[in-house]
């Protein structure tokens, strides 16, 4: 079990999974998992998308930056947010032509 207010944790996995499905390619795929590790739950969203350069990668969960044409950037510094106030973490492994994993860790309860 994890301490979360339900409503904000479903806001930050809409957000991410909203993310994610505008990046695989015609055929791709989105997967979900969660896992227990030790005293962490960790929640993955990925997919078979192109990629986040590795330049974006860290710029990715900043205020205003988006990758995307029409988009204001705030989606994922707000899952960031989400994140850190329940005492979690969150992280972006991507490579370019395989895809990219988000990742929201918590701490179990």
């Known amino acids: 079990m994890i301490n979360t207010q339900r409503n904000l944790l479903r806001t ?7 993310n994610v499905l505008e990046a695989p390619l015609p055929g791709g ?5 969660t896992r227990r590790e030790g005293d962490t739950v960790t929640l993955a969203i990925s997919d078979t998308g192109p990629g986040i350069p590795g330049e974006d990668r860290e710029r990715v969960f900043h205020p205003f930056f ?17 994140v850190t106030e329940h ?22 309860r």
Do not use: C, N
């Not at 979690?88 to 701490?107: A, H, K, N």
């Open 12 to 18: 930050a996995v809409f957000h991410l999974i909203r």
């Open 29 to 33: 795929t989105v997967s979900v998992s």
């Open 66 to 82: 988006s990758t995307k044409q029409y988009r204001f950037g705030m989606d994922l510094p707000l899952v960031r947010q989400i």
């Open 87 to 108: 005492l979690g973490e969150s992280s972006v492994e991507s490579r370019e032509g395989m895809g990219t994993t988000f990742s929201l860790l918590f701490p179990v």
